[in-house]
């Protein structure tokens, strides 16, 4: 993580837990007092990976109790395991076959890794497809999902 994202993340923490804040636009206002120019798709995926969630109260980080409730998302190996089929290579890309619903967490999954050789996913009912950003990044993927199902 950049330094300039730990230290806007950390102002987010800091301003929310100081104040109450209704809105995304009412806390891009408080960070621009604070000198800081950010995004509203930039505060989103900051609110998102900070685990905060929007309450009457504002802003607030998500309750431990909420979080046992949503089922987290597998890692990868266990994803896998539990949700691929085949793997059919084309070109730059990777087809992953799943069964009926299984694609979804699977390209969650793969989307975690944060892999540099995967430029995207596009997850369908029960089929993922992996974009990488070459052939040799693809055939370096593919080997290193197989090598995860042993």
Not at 19 to 32: F, I, N
Not at 47 to 72: D, I, N, W
Not at 92 to 115: C, F, I, R, S
Request: charged residues 25%; positive net charge; hydrophobic residues 45%.
């Amino acid at each position: 993580m950049g330094v300039q994202k730990k230290f806007r993340q950390g102002q987010i923490m800091k301003l929310l837990a100081g104040q109450s804040v209704a809105s995304q636009d009412e806390l891009r206002r408080q960070l621009g007092h604070l000198g800081m120019r950010v995004t509203q798709a930039t505060l989103s995926r900051d609110l998102r990976e900070l685990r905060l969630v929007k309450t009457v109260e504002g802003y607030r980080p998500l309750a431990a109790a909420a979080a046992a409730e949503s089922a987290p998302l597998p890692a990868l190996p266990r994803a896998l395991k539990e949700f691929l089929l085949d793997i059919r290579p084309a070109q730059n890309m990777l087809v992953l076959k799943t069964p009926p619903g299984g694609a979804q967490p699977l390209a969650a999954a793969v989307d975690a890794e944060h892999w540099k050789e995967v430029a995207g996913t596009l997850a369908g009912d029960d089929t993922v497809l992996l974009i990488c950003s070459s052939r040799g990044a693809g055939h370096t993927v593919h080997k290193r999902l197989e090598e995860m199902l042993r």
